[in-house]
């Protein structure tokens, strides 16, 4: 599977974005798919994750309650609303997937600059 992420671009603090992370090739349904991010001078991160129908989702302490992680596995598209946004979410956003069964995160598409300014 090929991943496409997109939407990311430059914000106040308390503003919103919606990241758009589009998949190609078959079978996208039984694919896990996450969102990472990675901040100047930090380690990548978990920031949400999505079980392949959607039931299981996962977020980082920091971002409960301001974004929220979905799927539309008829578009193949993956999505992250983040509210509330702060300056420490500043970073390089990653989506990426697995397969059921497997524990590695083995696609990822490019990443999408989120800056927000404070």
């Known amino acids: 599977v090929q991943l496409q992420a997109f939407g990311g671009g430059l914000v106040q603090a308390g503003g919103s974005l919606r990241l758009s992370c589009a998949a190609s090739?078959?079978?996208?349904?039984?694919?896990?798919a996450a969102w990472f991010r990675r901040a100047p001078g930090k380690e990548r991160e978990l920031v949400a994750s999505?079980?392949?129908?959607?039931?299981?989702?996962y977020y980082v302490d920091s971002v409960k309650g301001r974004f929220t992680v979905s799927r539309d596995n008829a578009k193949h598209t993956v999505y992250l609303q983040m509210n509330s946004l702060k300056p420490e979410d500043t970073a390089v956003y990653y989506c990426a997937a697995r397969r059921l069964g497997t524990s590695a995160y083995g696609y990822w598409g490019q990443g999408t600059q989120v800056t927000v300014s404070s």
């Open positions: 999505v079980s392949s129908r959607g039931d299981i989702i």
């Open positions: 090739g078959r079978s996208f349904s039984v694919y896990t």
